[in-house]
């Protein structure tokens, strides 16, 4: 039984300012910059989608010669580089920008300002990456840039440190997003909004946020450490020296399995929440698909050999993470079932995104099921890197991920924008893409167990391969129409299409309790909320019941960001820490018995007094004494500055008895180690002086901003926190083995 | 289909696990797709219909079952693959050694007892247990026949070890599996399994050096840069940058698979790989005149 719903108050029009093109470079706002990576994603996936189309031109006759192989190991390169970092990664966080803080009843993200510098770090990153073909110089080692490929003198041209430097600069926008909305979801929701009442979408987006502060910083490095290599003449992954090229797949899979997951876990969620509204009855087993999401989250970072059971690994290994792959499939498999129980006994309206979500739960479940396969270590060893696994990942990222996203564009597209898609052209569009998508992934699984292994420019005229690859180029070119015909329907909505109402599909969440767009503060008011459907229970007159009391919501957002960061600097220093343990005595040469471990405790003790004499100024700041505050807080300048003297002046000594950082594998390490960890000393003193400078023109004064002065004492303590392990390890270890 | 045509042991092994796992996918896919379509067809809304199904939240009991079923599947399979993994990676007491040495764009295959080198063609005898060292001398490579069942990578710093036993005599392709550069995808492999007595042939064959004739085509190897890359054994002096050629006029193919062995195709190859494996590290010999061309691939055509 259905109730009209109550009206929820609307601003006026006059409130809703018509945009400026200013304002797009100057916004702070969640919703536009959103809308700056939607758009920017999409610009980059035509552009990606023109590489798929360029390689499956040159595939789809046998011997052909449209494509040189230099430019064909550039072009699905880019692809992929493109598809992951700049499409799809962007577009779910996009979506999460846009969404999140409206289902969570908040006003903005926490960190506006840092929100904007994300997606400007995002858009100059992938403009780095592709100014690499302007420079002559595409990158072409594989979206994965598997060492000594990538390493001199294998790769002697640039392409390889566009790749490095692009995503170094767009993984730091990443990083920041985590933060940014790990604290939103942390802290900014209305009052009522218990964390057992999120919606999936935010739920997901917020596993997603802690898993990309738990993987990227892998990637970055390897990245930093490939750099090294190349440009310092460092050994980490040079096999002449020592050094080890299966570290690389360590390093680059740690991060690169959760990836897959980041860009599955959202995508999951825009299924769970398109499904319960076009068969109007709630989520099946609301908790078990969050605690399934929570489930993939932690063992995603477990299972990243999976991708090297062909390395030589050995038994123990591969049974290990064979193992800890096929247990993954369990809370995967859980929402395919919950989705499916959902439809089960529902009301299915099969509007343009439930087709799409429709789709997606069968790619997924095929795709799912070939990636149990692979976890399977022999079969793995039969169709490894051959187009079965192609198959495989289209499937899921592209028959499940992008499904997803077409899904999510027709869904929330009247919200951001006020206008509604055709749904007479969309279902034309959606069958375009289902035909195209399959005909073009589904034979791979045939050719891969033919024999046609993946990143190969042509292949011979053998029977049926020809047949084969042709109908996989015609599907790639029916998703391209589909592609720039929704692209089309885009445009014409936004020109003047048919107008949105505040709630189109009559969803249950809070983004459709605001206008559409919404206003520039979201909401005027908000329901009461009393259950994950606010409302659902709003149209049936519900009483709104209390939310248990949540002593997160009280958190100090950045307090718990700070806490956020360093949780991903864990991960940094981690993959640092534990290339060293590998390298400390594998070479000849200098060892950690040639450091002056006296010298380096001396200067150890001025870095850990510093950490001293900030807790004592925060202390005298407790007590609002300005004077005493900031004596300690020079003190703590003082301090870190000697110790960072006495590191630069170590460096040095080594350098004079001919120690540099490309003698062997521990001076590669050591220099590698230390110095990142001198450079986030070097980051603090900057941070603790513009404490200090505020402190003296009395920002703090009378207990005023106190949080910026503890969120910086937390990182300092971290920085020297992390010394005393790496202290011990590199310097206390050499003196008892 | 290659991957279900094993014609090892170890590929027979894996190739059973894999039947198991596709039957079972395709009932779990059925399954799924029969709920979709019965629900789809069942529950379809009918146009303008605003009305509610009953607003069902959840079943304990269902989501444990469906939580724990699929759980012990898995539990099942995951025995099978350990049982598999023994089975392949088992260790072939009296095994015969092969080095496989990968290089940027081509394979350098050792025999130990009786020692030999080749290139690019391998031989090996049926019903026999060989172990075979995977090793590179520049960037990962890996070594996948097909129908052999299984693959492991060559990467440099290391030797993998990888069994196998051929139990079927024939002709056997296979490529790199793991990207390595530019050419890539002409780094292809070529089998030939043959019966230990024929195999025997071949490999003391192998062994025989040339005997230096003074023919014209053997002065122009030397009198080039070729040698400073292809070692034809009996000619002094000896490289091993480029495949070793002391019997290149047996083998089926050239260039590690791109073209057939003939002697049209391997005069084109002497005059420009590049126009035909573009990226390929060797360089052209346009400026050999016609004569000495000919002579060149006649004398290489004789190194039966």
Known sequence: MTVAAPAIPTPAAEQLRPPGALRWFTTVDHKDIGVLYLATSAAFMLIGGLEALLIRIQLAVPRNTFLDPAAYDAVFTMHGTTMIFLVVMPILLGFANYIVPLQIGARDMAFPRLNAFSYWLFLFGGLILYFAFLNGTPPDTGWFSYAPLSEKPFSLEGGVDYWALGLLVTSAGTIATGVNLLVTGVTLRAPGMGWFRLPIFTWMSLITAWLILAAIPSLTAAQAMLLIDRYLGAHFFDVSRGGDPVLWQHLFWYFGHPEVYIMALPAFGIISEVIPVFARKPIFGYGVIVASGLAIAFLSVAVWAHHMFTVGLGDVANAFFGLSSMTIAVPTGVKVFSWLATLWGGRIHLSVPMLYALAFVLQFTIGGLTGIHFATVPVDWQTHDTYYVVGHFHYVLGGGSLFAILAATYYWFPKITGRLLDEHVGRWIFWLMMVGFNLTFFPMHILGLMGQPRRTYTYDNQPGWGALNFAETIGAFMMAVGILALVWDVWRALRGGTRASDNPWNGWTLEWATSSPPPAYNFVALPPIGSARPLWDLQHNLEAVEARPDPTRNWRAPIVGIAAFIFSEATFFGALIVTFLEYRTRSPGPSPHDLDVPRTLLFSLFLFASSGTVYLGEKRLARDDQRGFLTWWVASIVLGAVFLIGQVTEYARLYADGITISTNLFTSSFFTLTGFHGLHVFIGLIALSVIGLLGRTGDFRAGLRRTAVDTVSIYWHFVDGIWVIIFSLVYLLGLVS | ?304
């Open chain 2, 1 to 304: 289909m290659p991957s279900f045509d094993p014609v090892s042991p170890q590929g027979l092994s894996i190739s059973n696990l894999f039947w198991f796992e596709l039957i079972v996918s395709g009932l779990l896919l059925a399954l799924v797709v029969g709920v979709l379509v019965i629900a789809l067809t069942r529950f379809r809304a009918a146009p303008g219909d605003a009305t509610e199904p009953p607003q069902r939240h959840g079943n304990r009991r269902l989501e444990v079952i469906w939580t724990v079923s699929p759980a012990v599947l898995l539990a099942i399979v995951f025995v099978l693959v350990i049982a598999t993994i023994r089975t392949v990676d088992a260790d072939q007491p009296g095994a015969r050694t092969l080095r496989v040495v990968g290089h940027q764009w081509w394979w350098e295959y050792v025999y130990a007892d009786p020692q030999a080198t080749t290139a690019n063609e391998l031989h090996v005898p049926t019903g026999t247990p060989l172990q075979m060292s995977l090793e590179s001398i520049d960037v990962i490579h890996s070594f996948h026949v097909p129908q052999f069942g299984w693959m492991q990578d060559l990467v440099p710093g290391k030797a993998n070890r990888m069994s196998i036993l051929v139990d079927r005599a024939g002709v056997y392709d296979g490529y790199c599996n793991q990207y390595c550069g530019l050419q890539h995808a002409w780094m292809r492999v070529r089998v030939v399994a043959e019966p230990p007595d024929q195999f025997n042939t071949w490999i003391q064959q192998q062994r025989e050096p040339v005997t230096p004739s003074g023919a014209r085509g053997e002065q122009v190897f030397l009198q080039n840069t070729c040698v400073a890359c292809h070692a034809i054994r009996g000619l002094p002096p000896t490289a091993d940058i480029g495949p070793d050629l002391t019997h290149v006029g047996g083998r089926s193919t050239l260039g590690a698979g791109v073209i057939d062995n003939t002697p049209d195709n391997l005069r084109r190859w002497i005059f420009n790989p590049q126009a035909i494996k573009p990226g390929v590290l060797m360089p052209a010999y346009q400026k050999l005149g016609d004569a000495d061309l000919s002579a060149l691939v006649d004398y290489l055509e004789s190194l039966k």
